[in-house]
């Protein structure tokens, strides 16, 4: 059974940071996308970042880039989002999923975390 299981969230000032981790177990996911989604109240989940498995290539939104990081532990099948810099637009419920075609699409990965809140206060 596969499971993705998010950490990490919290309530931070802005301009600070935090470091979401999405630790992954039940199988590999070689050759596909991990990526992070986000979802305010009242919004669609909208892409943030995401990452082949095994391979480098990064891709961000537009919104995060120079501020997030994805990463990822092979060996501790963990994936990482660094987020600095964050503003009060960032707050959500951040999501991980695995074994996607398309990074930026959420409806085409085929698994999810439980998710967790992110809040930046002004």
């Known amino acids: 059974q596969v499971q993705l299981v998010e950490s990490g969230g919290g309530l931070v000032q802005a301009g600070g940071s935090l470091r979401l981790s999405c630790v992954a177990s039940?199988?590999?996911?070689?050759?596909?996308?991990m990526g992070w989604f986000r979802q305010a109240p009242g919004k669609e989940r909208e892409f943030v970042a995401a990452?082949?498995?095994?391979?480098?290539?990064?891709y961000y939104a537009r919104s995060v880039k120079d501020r997030f990081t994805i990463s990822r532990d092979n060996a501790k099948n963990t994936m990482y989002l660094q987020m600095n810099s964050l503003k009060p637009e960032d707050t959500a419920v951040y999501y991980c999923?695995?074994?996607?075609?398309?990074?930026?699409?959420?409806?085409?990965?085929?698994?999810w975390g439980q998710g967790t809140q992110v809040t930046v206060s002004t």
């Open positions: 999923a695995a074994g996607g075609l398309i990074h930026y699409a959420p409806g085409n990965y085929d698994y």
């Open positions: 990452m082949r498995w095994n391979y480098d290539s990064t």
């Open positions: 039940g199988r590999t996911f070689s050759g596909t996308f």
